[in-house]
């Protein structure tokens, strides 16, 4: 064996060896290390709202539900875990800064967000939530890039397009609910077009306002279309209360005007058709029916007459006959007792 010392390196090194049993206690700090890393990359908890989709060398390979489940070790598979039983929440135009009896609201940073043009070229601040799930966990994560930044700019453009084919009052008033409606259609649709795995479950409006410049010009407006509805409203009653009671008038009027033309019609009938007949009696027995009549005329006017003469049609000079001025006297001082 040759000295080191000859080719001039030195003094020479040291031999060290570890001792066995420190091998041994490596040993087994690795192994319980290795054991801790893989128990550690192995299992994964899926909570009860999620479901987690597995990755394998980064390519999606199964769908896991809620539980314990088993996976490859050291960052051979992966996992992503997205809540499908959560309903999320998207606000625009403001912030909940903390909720509870009396929330508290941020709006002036996000006012850009609110400020939109109506269709008949007014301005308004619209303010609104949308509630929706993740339906498609696949399509949630890898269909579309950034898939909530892209769901907001969805929405924002839904409603804006809307609102847009709106007059402002139909927005401020009357059109509220109709608006909401149709955008959680809309975006409904445009999201199944792009496939990004979200159920849009309600479009709530919230606050509805005009820009802060023109506030007092929108209320007076407001206030001037109101007292139009108002005085519209009070002639509307005043024509019901009037124009039925005249038009049952009316209709009464004509109803008694018809009775009476047809009482005087039916009476005229009645006339004639006696007429008729006793013409047709009298054609039959002249002498007879002349004396009937005569006869029932007499016993008509007689009743009514107070004093009577019955005389001879051949009697002449009847005036010295009749006391008339005693009789009319007695009459006369009759009355005056």
Excluded at 185 to 210: A, F, M, R, S, T
Excluded at 223 to 230: I, L, Y
Aim: proline share 6%; charged share 25%.
């Amino acid at each position: 064996m040759t000295d080191s010392r000859q080719f001039g390196d030195g003094p020479p090194r040291p031999d060290f060896k570890i001792p066995e049993p420190n091998k041994k206690l490596i040993r087994n700090v690795l192994i319980i290390l290795l054991v801790v890393i893989v128990g550690f990359t192995s299992f994964y908890t899926v909570e009860p709202e999620e479901v987690a989709l597995v990755l394998r060398f980064g390519e999606f390979d199964r769908t896991t539900d809620p539980g314990l489940h088993f996976k490859l070790p050291f960052g051979l598979e992966s996992v992503r875990k997205v809540p499908v039983q959560r309903q999320w929440k998207e606000e625009f135009g403001f912030r909940t800064l903390s909720s509870g009896v009396r929330s508290q609201y941020a709006t002036r940073p996000y006012a850009e967000e609110a400020n939109m043009l109506t269709g008949d070229l007014n301005a308004a601040n619209v303010e609104w939530v949308v509630q929706y799930r993740v339906v498609d966990p696949y399509d949630f994560l890898f269909k579309v890039r950034q898939p909530q930044s892209t769901f907001r700019g969805m929405s924002e453009a839904v409603m804006r397009s809307v609102v847009g084919d709106r007059t402002v009052n139909e927005v401020l008033t009357v059109g509220r609910a109709e608006v909401a409606s149709q955008v959680e259609v809309e975006l409904q649709q445009l999201c199944d077009q792009y496939e990004i795995g979200i159920k849009v479950d309600q479009v709530v409006l919230q606050d509805i306002n005009p820009p802060d410049p023109v506030k007092p010009s929108f209320n007076e407006v407001n206030e001037a279309q109101q007292e139009r509805a108002k005085l519209i409203n009070q002639a509307q009653s005043e024509y019901n209360r009037v124009i039925p009671r005249a038009e049952g008038e009316a209709l009464q009027t004509i109803q008694e005007a018809e009775g009476y033309a047809l009482r005087r019609i039916n009476e005229a009938r009645g006339d004639s058709a006696r007429f008729v007949a006793l013409f047709d009696e009298y054609r039959k027995a002249p002498e007879v029916t002349r004396k009937r009549i005569y006869l029932e005329t007499m016993a008509e006017i007689l009743p009514n007459i107070q004093g009577k003469v019955v005389i001879d049609e051949d009697v002449r000079s009847l005036l010295p006959l009749l006391n008339l001025d005693s009789a009319l006297g007695g009459q006369a001082q009759g009355g005056q007792r």
